[in-house]
C-alpha cells in the first residue's frame, strides 16, 4: 500500500513539475519576445524594415546586393596625430558610394541600408573636422544642443566616416527606451545644455542629467556618452572602454577617434566610409595608392 502511495506522489509531483517547468518555459519566451519586440518597434526602427542575424552576415549580403556600390576593405589603417596623441589601428572599412545613381535609385539603395545594417547596431555619421555629434538609429538621426532634434538619416554629398558600434539585445533596448524619453521631454531626460558638457550623469533611461561637480549641463557628445546603455552603473563610455575622465566622451571628433582607433573590433566591427563623387573602385584605389592608409581630420579640438 505505501508503494502505491509512493508511486501515486511521484506521478503526481512529475506531473506538477512538468506543468511548472512548461509555464515556467512559456514565461520566458513570452518575456524574451517581449524584450525583442520593445527593442525594434519604435518610431526609429520598424520590425518589418530590418533584417536580423549576425551583422556581419549582414553586411556581406548588403555587399552582394550592390556590388559596385559596396565593399569591405579589410585593415584600412586610420589614424590621429597631434601634438598629444598618436593614435592608429588598422580597421575594417565598408566603403559606399552612390555615384552614377539616379535619385530613385539613391532612395533604395538608402532603405536597404537601414534594413541590412540598423538592427543591433547604433553610429556616428560625421564628415572631416566635425564640431557637432549627430547619432544615427534606425532611421533617424538625433542630436542635442538646446534642444533635442530628430530628423530623417539622409546620404550627405560630402565624405563622412561613421563609426558602426554593435550593442546586445539589453543594450539596444535601453537605448530605444532612453532615446524615445529624450524626444518626449529632453528637459527632464536631458537637462540644461553646456558647451564643455559633463562627463557623468545619472545614467537612468528618465533621467541623465549631469552630475559632473560644477557642471551645468550636457554638450552635444555628453548626452549619449553618459547614457546608461550598460544599464544604471555603465555609461555609453564603459562599454566601449573609454575613461570618462580622460574626456574623450565631451568632443565629438575624440568621441569618433576613439571609436575609430581605441575601442574594440568587437564593439566597433566596422567603419563605413562613403564619398559621394568617387566610385568605389576609385576610393579602393587611392587607399591602395596612399600605403593603405585612409588620411581623415577627426579635429579633436
Known amino acids: 500500500m505505501n508503494n502505491f502511495k509512493n508511486i501515486v506522489l511521484a506521478i503526481s509531483l512529475t506531473t506538477s513539475f512538468g506543468f511548472y517547468a512548461s509555464a515556467q518555459n512559456k514565461c520566458a519566451e513570452a518575456f524574451k519576445k517581449e524584450k525583442e519586440q520593445a527593442w525594434v518597434e519604435s518610431d526609429y526602427m520598424k520590425e ?3 533584417l536580423k542575424g549576425s551583422l556581419s552576415a549582414r553586411v556581406e549580403q548588403f555587399i552582394a546586393k550592390y556590388p559596385k556600390n559596396a565593399r569591405l576593405q579589410k ?4 589614424k590621429l596625430q597631434n601634438e598629444d596623441h598618436d593614435w592608429s589601428a588598422d580597421r575594417d572599412i565598408l566603403i559606399l558610394s552612390t555615384k552614377e545613381m539616379n535619385d530613385a535609385q539613391k532612395e533604395i539603395f538608402l532603405a536597404d541600408y537601414h534594413k541590412y545594417l540598423s538592427y543591433s547596431t547604433v553610429s556616428f ?3 572631416e573636422g566635425a564640431g557637432h555629434l549627430y547619432t544615427r538609429f534606425g532611421k533617424k538621426t538625433v542630436d ?3 534642444s533635442f532634434y530628430v530628423d530623417e538619416f539622409r546620404f550627405t554629398s560630402s565624405s ?3 563609426p558602426f558600434v554593435s550593442l546586445d539585445l539589453a543594450e539596444f ?3 530605444t527606451t532612453f532615446l524615445k524619453n529624450a524626444e518626449a521631454n529632453p528637459d527632464r531626460v536631458l537637462g540644461n545644455t553646456d558647451y564643455e558638457g559633463s562627463i557623468s550623469g545619472k545614467r537612468l533611461l528618465t533621467d541623465n542629467s549631469p552630475t559632473q561637480r560644477g557642471c551645468s549641463g550636457h554638450n552635444c557628445t555628453s548626452w549619449i556618452s553618459t547614457a546608461g546603455i550598460g544599464g544604471p552603473r555603465a555609461s ?3 562599454l566601449i572602454g573609454m575613461n570618462p575622465k580622460d574626456g574623450y566622451g565631451l568632443n565629438p571628433g575624440w ?8 575601442a574594440s573590433t568587437q564593439r566597433v566591427p566596422f567603419s563605413v566610409y562613403m564619398e559621394e563623387g568617387f566610385s568605389v573602385k576609385d576610393i579602393v584605389t587611392y587607399i591602395k595608392d596612399n600605403k593603405n592608409i585612409l588620411d581623415w581630420n577627426f579635429n579633436p579640438h
Do not use: C
Request: avoid cysteine; aromatic fraction near 16%; proline fraction near 3%.
Open 48 to 50: 518589418s524594415d530590418v
Open 75 to 78: 585593415a584600412v589603417k586610420l
Open 125 to 127: 555619421p560625421l564628415g
Open 144 to 146: 542635442f544642443y538646446s
Open 160 to 162: 563622412r566616416l561613421e
Open 173 to 175: 533596448s535601453r537605448l
Open 236 to 238: 555609453f563610455m564603459g
Open 255 to 262: 568621441w569618433s577617434a576613439f571609436l575609430n582607433t581605441k
